[in-house]
């Protein structure tokens, strides 16, 4: 599709939001996670980190009557990046579709559980454990230093005007 759009002259929509999407990336790779915060440095650990920051984005994008295009255009940009990712480490065409559904089902789940603990109607120690850890609890000090700097990275989202979070000016020195 992206080919016709280009020969016909039409540009794919969903670049608009490349920048914001390099910097959830960005953010989720950031070394702290990692070091500090203790999430785990394997395919599945980035994917939670990823899939958190991520999360975040599209709650603050859901808080703003403009920006609901945004959000879809946001979430189809992920869905296409992690079919390449899978492709990438050598997944097959015929499991490809299956893995991406996978992987759009535990966003779906996430996004519902953060939203939840980011609003104060859940704790979110549990929903961080549960999902960025996968159920195993990590030391206190890596759970407290990955509970206080992804709640400041929601709060910092939160404060940002929406045009600049659309442009993907989110980072923020934290970690």
């Known amino acids: 599709m992206?080919?016709?759009n280009e020969?016909?002259?039409r540009k794919n929509p969903n670049l608009a939001m490349q920048p914001l999407y390099d910097a959830v990336i960005a953010e989720g790779r950031r070394l702290?996670?990692?070091e500090q915060g203790a999430v785990p440095d394997t395919l599945?650990?980035?994917f939670?980190?990823?899939?958190?920051?991520l999360c975040v984005v599209l709650i603050r994008l859901e808080q703003a009557d403009d920006a609901?295009?945004?959000n879809v255009w946001l979430t189809e940009l992920f869905v296409k990046d992690m079919d390449a990712q899978l492709r990438q480490i050598g997944i097959g065409d015929m499991i490809v579709g299956k893995r991406v559904g996978e992987m759009m089902s535990a966003l779906g789940g996430r996004l519902g559980a953060y939203r939840d603990a980011l609003t104060g109607s859940a704790n979110i120690a549990d929903a961080l454990t549960r999902n960025l850890y996968r159920g195993e609890t990590p030391t206190p000090e890596a759970l407290d230093f990955t509970t206080k700097e992804?709640?400041?990275?929601?709060?910092?989202?939160?404060?940002t005007a929406i045009d600049q979070v659309i442009?993907?000016?989110?980072?923020?020195?934290?970690i």
Request: charged share 20%; net charge negative; proline share 0%.
């Open 2 to 4: 992206s080919f016709l």
């Open 7 to 9: 020969l016909l002259g």
């Open 32 to 34: 702290g996670w990692y």
């Open 44 to 46: 599945d650990g980035r």
């Open 48 to 53: 939670d980190m990823i899939a958190a920051i």
């Open 68 to 70: 609901k295009q945004e």
């Open 150 to 159: 992804f709640t400041h990275f929601y709060n910092h989202i939160a404060e």
């Open 167 to 174: 442009a993907g000016n989110i980072a923020k020195a934290i």
